[in-house]
């Protein structure tokens, strides 16, 4: 990641979550901070603060859009004293969420969330996200909805003009794990460890997925004029 991270030149780094397995992080001292990000993140490449101009992004905390995590928690504990009461929370979200991206005059628009929205990994779609996020994103005229949590490489182009991209093979990868997807909307699926990169300009957006060694797996191109995208190489497991 670091050495493709040099050859593009790049000019910011995200990350789409789940840094800390398997409990998270016990305080802001905790040393697993350090383990699992400071130390991972090290090539000078990947130093990098990221200025907003023609493209802007909206990060998303998608995680109380989980109906499941309060009903069915399982044998998770989750700290929900910032959220509650849910709905009223979210209304908030999605009116502050709205409002933003209806002021943004940027050519681009990306919004980030750790849940997918459209996927075929282990996780599947996310229903909450599908009836209360999704909506929105197509009003605003969205380009990319990216997301981690399902660990694995996708991109998902439907008949919605948002372009799905997950990211979440940094770290384990679930070998073998697709559930069943339409292969025309399913550019890529690769189940094995990697990340991806955007290139952007006024008049297109190219977005390349690598394998961990910075091998070339898919990349697409997204015309802002024409609101079309090629595709140059598909892999399938």
């Not at 030149?9 to 409990?23: A, E, H, K, R």
């Not at 399982?74 to 009223?88: A, F, G």
């Not at 997918?116 to 929105?136: E, M, S, Y």
Request: net charge negative.
């Amino acid at each position: 990641m670091g050495i493709v991270g040099e050859q593009l030149d790049i000019d910011f780094v995200i990350s789409l979550g789940d840094n800390f397995y398997d409990d998270g992080l016990k305080g802001d001292t905790d040393p697993a901070f350090e383990a699992s990000f400071s130390h991972i993140y090290t090539h000078p490449s990947l130093q990098k603060q990221w200025y907003s101009g023609m493209v802007e992004f909206f990060f998303v905390d998608t995680n109380p859009f989980v109906e499941k995590y309060f009903t069915d928690p399982e044998d998770h504990t989750y700290d929900w004293s910032n959220v509650l009461p849910r709905d009223k929370y979210i209304s908030n979200l999605l009116h502050d969420l709205d409002l933003e991206m209806k002021k943004s005059r940027a050519t681009w628009k990306f919004v980030v969330g750790h849940h997918g929205i459209k996927t075929a990994g282990q996780h599947g779609v996310t229903q909450d996200l599908v009836d209360q996020l999704l909506p929105i994103l197509e009003e605003n005229k969205v380009d990319l909805y990216i997301n981690g949590h399902d660990h694995c490489l996708q991109h998902i182009g439907s008949d919605s003009e948002i372009q799905f991209l997950t990211s979440g093979g940094g770290s384990k990868a679930w070998r073998g794990v697709i559930l069943p997807w339409d292969p025309k909307e399913l550019k890529l699926y690769y189940d094995g460890q990697g990340f991806m990169s955007l290139h952007i300009t006024h008049s297109q957006t190219k977005f390349i997925y690598y394998d961990i060694s910075g091998n070339v797996l898919h990349q697409s191109t997204l015309s802002k004029k024409s609101k079309t995208f090629g595709s140059y190489k598909r892999l399938f497991p």
